[in-house]
Nanobody, 120 residues
Framework: QVQLVESGGGLVQPGGSLRLSCAAS????????MSWYRQAPGRERELVAT???????NYAGSVKGRFTISRANAKNTVYLQMNSLKPEDTAVYYC??????????????WGRGTLVTVSS
C-alpha cells in the first residue's frame, strides 16, 4: 500500500506564510507527478500546483507568484511554500501523486488533507 501523509497546515494571518509537506511511504517503483489540490467549504476541489518527476511545475492562476511547489525525490516528499496568504486561500489542502507500484500498475494516491486557515 502506498500512503501520502500531509503536514504543515494551521492558522495564519493574512500576508503570512506556511509550508506544507507531503511524504509518500510504502512499496512502489517510482513516483511521477505530484500535486497539491485544495477544497474550500462549499466549493469543488481545485488543482493548486503540480510538479513532474523532472521538476517541471505548473500553477493555478490564483496562486502564481505566491506559492512554490518543490520536491525531494530522495525523500519521496513534495512541498508547497505558500507566501502572501489571503483569506481566500483557506481550504483543506490535499496531496496527490501518480505512482507506479511494484506490480507496474499506475495508481493515483490521495492524502487525507491538512487544513489551512487564513484569518486575522
Amino acid at each position: 500500500q502506498v500512503q501520502l501523509v500531509e503536514s504543515g497546515g494551521g492558522l495564519v494571518q493574512p500576508g503570512g506564510s506556511l509550508r506544507l509537506s507531503c511524504a509518500a511511504s510504502g512499496s512502489f517503483f517510482s513516483i511521477n507527478a505530484m500535486s497539491w489540490y485544495r477544497q474550500a467549504p462549499g466549493r469543488e476541489r481545485e488543482l493548486v500546483a503540480t510538479i513532474t518527476s523532472g521538476g517541471l511545475t505548473n500553477y493555478a492562476g490564483s496562486v502564481k507568484g505566491r506559492f512554490t511547489i518543490s520536491r525531494a525525490n530522495a525523500k519521496n516528499t513534495v512541498y508547497l511554500q505558500m507566501n502572501s496568504l489571503k483569506p481566500e486561500d483557506t481550504a483543506v489542502y490535499y496531496c496527490h501523486a501518480r505512482v507506479l507500484d511494484i506490480t507496474l500498475m499506475n495508481l493515483e494516491i490521495w492524502g487525507r488533507g491538512t487544513l489551512v486557515t487564513v484569518s486575522s
